[in-house]
């Protein structure tokens, strides 16, 4: 289902999926996987996995071990634990790994 977005240059364009995911797509080739730190708060992994839903999966690294049961459990709590994944890792030696 579109989304209505209000304000600024974008009034009145709507956000479909598909261009969420031509955005994201266009977002993380601009930047580099080791820019992001860890899951943190979990925002930006509840609008990457609904972007990713129904069938995709994410998967996020938090460091410390306090914030990353927290952000499972917020996940879990807001219907999104089918698509996201917490490690307790740190996000740079995991890519710097897989490189």
């Known amino acids: 289902m579109p989304?209505?977005?209000q304000g600024g240059s974008h009034s009145g364009a709507l956000l479909t999926p598909l261009?969420?995911?031509?955005?994201l797509k266009y977002f993380f080739?601009?930047?580099n996987i080791s820019d992001f730190k860890g899951t943190g708060s979990g925002s930006l992994s509840h609008s990457?996995?609904?972007a990713v839903a129904?069938?995709?999966?994410?998967?996020t690294f938090e460091f410390h071990e306090q914030r990353a049961a927290t952000a499972e459990k917020?996940?879990?709590d807001h219907g999104l634990s089918n698509l996201i994944t917490v490690q307790c890792k740190d996000a740079?030696?995991?890519t710097t790994n897989s490189s």
């Open 92 to 94: 740079i030696q995991v």
């Open 74 to 76: 917020e996940f879990k």
């Open 3 to 5: 989304v209505d977005i």
């Open 48 to 50: 990457l996995a609904r």
């Open 19 to 23: 261009l969420l995911r031509q955005v």
């Open 54 to 59: 129904p069938s995709g999966h994410l998967y």
């Open 29 to 31: 080739n601009m930047c």
